[in-house]
């Protein structure tokens, strides 16, 4: 079993193809709409509380640590009981968390949004409306859309997509990529961010889910032929 690392580019290229490129049309726009709107401010404002940073904060280190325990639990889970599904699985996420990271890094490189101010007081400036447009103004770190939320929802949709019929993982999923998204929204990242890496990973889930789903076909239709031969 190998990483699938030979349909890695056809997967991001798929990413941008066809209906795919208007979702990113449609992150782009919906961002417009929010920041300009000034919802991405009031959204700020209206989540300074200690009750929501203690329910949520945790989505920041969780965001950024079970990308890559999930995938590790998987596989090792996969290998130990012979389950070719899980091993998959392991592999999907993995490429979903890669090609989220790759996509998310790219943009952020280009826009250079500023992120939110850590503490609201009487003094504190709206910097809601202010990207960095050019090239690594703002480095891969910080901006648009949130890397957090791609990589979760990537994760999740994947996942979704694998286990058609394990409501628990599903509703797991669900939960975890809104969990994640939603944290970040309240310290890191302004409201626009979580909607676009929501789209735009939703995407990158549906292309590697879909594709990682042919080889689970694959295997239960040599497993069931080995099976009655």
């Given amino acids: 079993m190998i990483f699938r690392i030979e349909i890695l580019p056809r997967n991001i290229i798929k990413c941008f193809s066809g209906y795919n490129l208007i979702w990113h049309l449609l992150a782009i726009i919906l961002t417009y709409i929010i920041a300009t709107s000034d919802f991405d401010w009031l959204y700020f404002e209206s989540t300074r509380s200690s009750l929501l940073t203690s329910l949520l904060f945790p989505a920041v280190r969780l965001g950024g640590r079970l990308p890559i325990i999930v995938p590790l639990t998987l596989y090792v889970a996969g290998k130990v009981s012979k389950n070719f599904k899980a091993v998959n699985?392991?592999?999907?996420?993995?490429?979903?968390?890669?090609?989220?990271?790759?996509?998310?890094?790219?943009?952020?490189?280009?826009?250079?949004?500023?992120?939110?101010?850590?503490?609201?007081?009487?003094?504190?400036?709206?910097?809601?409306?202010?990207?960095?447009?050019?090239?690594?103004?703002?480095?891969?770190?910080?901006?648009?859309?949130?890397?957090?939320?791609?990589?979760?929802?990537?994760?999740s949709v994947s996942l979704f997509m694998l286990y058609p019929k394990k409501k628990l993982v599903r509703y797991l999923a669900i939960f975890y990529a809104f969990y994640i998204g939603l944290g970040v929204s309240i310290s890191i990242h302004w409201f626009?961010?979580?909607?676009?890496?929501?789209?735009?990973?939703?995407?990158?889930?549906?292309?590697?889910?879909?594709?990682?789903?042919e080889y689970n076909e694959d295997t239960t239709l040599i497993s069931q032929k080995n099976l009655y031969s």
């Fill in 89 to 155: 699985a392991a592999f999907a996420l993995c490429q979903s968390v890669l090609i989220g990271l790759l996509i998310a890094s790219f943009y952020k490189a280009f826009t250079g949004r500023v992120h939110p101010p850590r503490i609201l007081t009487q003094a504190t400036v709206d910097l809601s409306h202010k990207f960095q447009f050019g090239f690594m103004r703002g480095g891969v770190f910080w901006g648009w859309p949130s890397s957090h939320t791609v990589i979760a929802f990537a994760m």
């Fill in 192 to 213: 626009s961010d979580f909607v676009a890496g929501a789209i735009i990973g939703t995407v990158i889930g549906l292309v590697v889910g879909k594709r990682f789903g």
